[in-house]
């Protein structure tokens, strides 16, 4: 009864499995599966958008080193005691003005913090370019990862299928024996067992499986779909290839293009420039400024209709008492009236410009010129220490990474002989148990024997051909 309910079990998996039509199943290489990780991945994502913000920091302090130009415009009523814009003098009246200017300013010099920042900016824009491929690459690995294990899964749970098909064949084989007499109830029973054990591995290992190519879908942000598979790779095919290079000599060439090394380096560049435009603070500073500038006023009149009069009084003196009056020689002309001055021609008569240089000289700030150079130079420091700490982790990567690949081949190697030696054994076995010389406890352990050096094979294989890959990732060859 309980074989039965296995078996409904996993023909229900099985059905569930295939049960996609045929045209909505996609296979995935794994290099398909690395472009499309690299596409959706989030964090990656997140580290483009911080490289996109490092380029405009450098455009903006290209920017900022540029003159600056600013316009303006004012329109002010004003009542009451003011000064008249047209005289300068002060009176109690009422009035509008319109004032309009423009004014510019340039640094000349302040310690070439202009120039430092620029650089600074760069150097960090090439530090983030240096995390956003490394970011990239740690990518490209986990999907390699994963992708290699959803294949060691589909070996161990086709050889599991296949197990499970051959025990059948053998309890088929041994029910008919047992009703004609051939055999005892127990051998029949213990057989029915072993194929109970098996087929309950197989929904463990179809479990497994399942769950394998989750990790892969949800890793490269595909939504899962038990139609979509991973292309199949013939191990009997994967020539892994020995490495015949030095733990060293991979560091050395690898150290120079190595993203997160380049990262640090560029870090540690942009914390020297910092510490420059630190000390820039103490410089003098030289600019040059300049402004354009007119105003309109409704207090600004011209005379008009001006008239001449001929020798006349222009005051008088006193002679005792009495008050002589005073006349001019020849005529005068004299204004009978006024008229409000075009906006046009105020302001063309309010024009005005200025030019000048400023220099300032930095002598005391509340220590805060001193305070930043100290911590710019302790920063500066930390970098150092930090390329130093980067530098030395990949060596020991590099070496971990050798080191694995190493024992990975001697594991593969010995796992070949295991299976090798099982598979003959288990041959033996099947022939000495089909002619009655051997019991079937001696058959299953033979059988078991052969189905974990078979597991250990393909664990052995594929994790050889990762372990190739993190090396082959450190020797510069492409992940795919």
């Known amino acids: 009864m309980l074989t039965k309910y296995f078996q409904l079990v996993l023909l229900s998996i099985v059905i569930s499995l295939i049960s996609n039509p045929i045209f909505a199943q996609k296979t995935y290489s794994l290099e398909e599966c690395v472009q499309i990780a690299l596409q959706n991945n989030i964090q990656t994502k997140q580290q483009n958008l911080q490289t996109e913000n490092a380029k405009i920091d450098v455009k903006q302090s290209k920017f900022s080193a540029l003159p600056n130009l600013n316009a303006q415009a004012n329109n002010n009523w004003q009542t009451g005691f003011n000064i008249n814009p047209r005289t300068n003098t002060p009176e109690n009246l009422s009035f509008t003005t319109n004032s309009f200017g423009a004014s510019s300013s340039m640094t000349l010099f302040n310690g070439f913090q202009n120039s430092n920042t620029i650089r600074l900016r760069e150097s960090d824009y090439l530090a983030s370019k240096n995390d956003l491929e490394n970011a990239k690459n740690n990518l490209k690995l986990n999907v390699a990862n994963t992708y290699l294990r959803v294949l060691l899964q589909t070996e161990i749970f086709e050889a599991a299928n296949n197990q499970v098909n051959t025990t059948k064949v053998q309890l088929e084989r041994q029910q008919k024996l047992f009703d004609l007499g051939g055999v005892n109830k127990s051998r029949l029973l213990q057989l029915k067992a072993q194929l109970a054990n098996e087929e309950l591995n197989l929904i463990t290992q179809n479990n497994l499986l399942l769950s394998n190519y989750l990790d892969l879908w949800q890793l490269i942000d595909l939504v899962p779909d038990s139609a979509n598979k991973i292309v199949k790779i013939d191990l009997n095919k994967i020539l892994v290839e020995d490495e015949i290079r030095s733990p060293l000599a991979i560091y050395t060439d690898f150290e120079k293009q ?6 640090v380096k560029n870090r540690k560049r942009s914390s020297d420039l910092q510490r420059y435009i630190a000390l820039g603070a103490r410089s003098p500073r030289l600019s040059i400024n300049g402004s354009l500038s007119s105003f309109y006023t409704t207090l600004g009149t011209t005379l008009t209709n001006f008239q001449t009069i001929n020798n006349p009084q222009i005051g008088y003196y006193l002679n005792g008492p009495t008050q002589v009056p005073v006349f001019s020689l020849g005529s005068q002309t004299f204004p009978t009236s006024s008229e409000m001055t075009p906006f046009a021609s105020q302001f063309k008569n309010n024009f005005g410009t200025s030019i000048g240089l400023t220099l300032s000289m930095p002598i005391f700030n509340g220590y805060n010129v001193n305070s930043n150079i100290q911590r710019a130079t ?28 190493k024992n990975a081949q001697l594991r593969h190697n010995a796992s070949i002989v ?9 041959d033996i076995s099947e022939k000495q148990y089909e002619l009655g010389g051997l019991s079937l406890t001696d058959y299953l352990v033979s059988k078991n024997n052969f189905i974990k050096a078979q597991t250990d094979y393909y664990q052995a294989k594929y994790e050889l051909v990762f372990r190739k890959k993190v090396l082959d990732f450190y020797s510069g060859k492409p992940i795919n």
């Not at 190595?258 to 990262?263: C, E, M, Q, R």
């Not at 295991?418 to 288990?426: G, H, P, R, V, Y």
């Open 258 to 263: 190595s993203p997160d090394v380049l990262a």
């Open 378 to 405: 302790i920063q500066m420091e930390l970098a150092s220490l930090n390329e130093k700490q980067t530098q030395l982790n990949l060596f020991k990567s590099i070496n971990s990474a050798f080191l694995n690949f």
């Open 418 to 426: 295991s299976l090798d030696a099982n598979k003959e054994s288990l």
